[in-house]
């Protein structure tokens, strides 16, 4: 699939992992601190499912970054 | 509901209906320009849903601004 057009939420999902990788949590950890299901962080991380703005939010709050910046980084792979 | 706790979406969607005003659009109009549901736009901008974030990516494109610029002005606002 040509990298244009690729959904924008399989660009977050390489994000959320890098910040989480960087952060040194595992899935299991950041669904806990995020209040998030961990099958459910293990889905977005993989890109089979767009995040809620919400869970988008709480996920940044956890990895102790602005949702705004995890979206911007995101954005620009777009 | 104490202003802090207020759901992040709930902020979201003042910030998106702001816009769309400004841009001199209806829901409608909106709607079509980002190729989402007509009915899930105002379900969005009554703060009844939480847009997923490729639909929050297609409407601020269809808005004529950055994703990130209205997920940083609804950050703000929390």
Same mark, same amino acid.
């Given at each position: 699939?040509? *990298?244009?057009?690729?959904?924008? *939420?399989?660009?977050? $999902?390489?994000?959320?992992? #890098?910040?989480?990788?960087?952060?040194?949590?595992?899935? #299991?950890?950041?669904?806990?601190?995020?209040?998030? *299901?961990?099958?459910?962080? &293990?889905? @977005?991380?993989?890109?089979?499912?767009?995040?809620?703005?919400? @869970? &988008?939010?709480?996920?940044?709050? $956890?990895? &102790?970054?602005?949702?705004?910046?995890? @979206?911007?980084?995101? #954005?620009?792979?777009?």
């Amino acid at each position: 699939m040509p *990298h244009k057009t690729m959904a924008y *939420h399989k660009h977050l $999902a390489k994000v959320i992992q #890098e910040r989480r990788l960087k952060a040194g949590l595992s899935q #299991e950890a950041l669904a806990a601190k995020a209040s998030v *299901h961990r099958t459910y962080v &293990g889905m @977005i991380e993989r890109g089979e499912r767009s995040p809620t703005c919400d @869970i &988008g939010y709480k996920l940044a709050r $956890a990895l &102790g970054v602005r949702f705004s910046s995890l @979206i911007e980084e995101a #954005e620009k792979r777009c």
